[in-house]
């Protein structure tokens, strides 16, 4: 004998189809309450409290206001010059200034140190006291200082000069200096005196260099006969530079 048919109402009334339904429920309300929260989270995000607007529109009307005032104290305080007519012109004279080069200044000097820092200059090394005073030492040893332009050959250098022992003259005091630079610069064996001289060294260095080096032959007997007391200032005649 076979059961009957459960009726519908049977089947929508059995305790599993209760209990489908409530969960069902429970899970829409819960969807519905997250959609809920991210609108809210939306709308928090796109409408800030303060509107930005209202800000842009206070700062134009402070700045207006500023302008305003700045106006009105330009207009208070605005001041007049009067002329009068028969006021005379009177014409400035400027004063007019120049340059001379350290070449002519050095020439126009003319003396043993003036003639020390020309060749300094040429040889692009450093015109510091103590160069100076290295190169009259050395300007003194080859020729005195009374006479330190003894053939326009203060060092009595050979190059470029027509004796090649050094005992040559140039034209002038000028060119003597321009070729005792090309000397110092062309020769391996100055080597050590132009490093001397380039670094402004302290002066026993770069006497010992010129004594050690092949610029004269005595090697001014190793310093023996070298002094080291300061040189008179001593300007050469006319017609030397």
């Known amino acids: 004998m076979t059961s009957p048919t459960p009726s519908y109402r049977a089947v929508r009334a059995s305790p599993l189809a209760v209990g489908n339904g409530q ?81 002519a200044i050095y020439s126009a000097g003319g003396t043993n140190h003036d003639w020390a820092k020309l060749v300094l200059l040429y040889a692009q090394f450093p015109v510091t006291d103590s160069n100076v005073a290295v190169f009259t030492r050395w300007m003194r040893q080859e020729n005195g200082t009374d006479d330190w332009w003894n053939r326009n050959n203060p060092l009595n250098n050979g190059w470029g000069s027509g004796g090649g022992s050094g005992l040559g003259s140039y034209a002038n005091l000028d060119i003597a200096a321009q070729n005792a630079a090309k000397a110092l610069h062309g020769n391996p064996g100055y080597a050590a005196i132009v490093a001397g001289f380039a670094s402004s060294a302290p002066t026993s260095q770069i006497e010992q260099a010129i004594w ?30």
């Open 23 to 103: 969960r069902l429920r429970s899970l829409l309300a819960v969807s519905a309450s997250a959609v809920v929260l991210s609108t809210c989270a939306a709308a928090v995000l796109a409408f800030p409290p303060a509107s930005q607007a209202d800000e842009v529109r206070a700062a134009d009307a402070h700045t207006a206001d500023v302008l305003e005032n700045l106006d009105r104290y330009v207009a208070a305080n605005a001041q007049t010059v009067k002329v009068p007519a028969d006021a005379t012109v009177v014409h400035a004279t400027r004063d007019e200034f120049t340059t001379t080069s350290g070449y």
């Open 212 to 241: 050690a080096s092949p610029w004269a032959t005595s090697h001014y007997a190793n310093g023996a006969h070298w002094s080291q007391a300061p040189v008179d200032v001593v300007k050469s005649p006319g017609g030397t530079w």
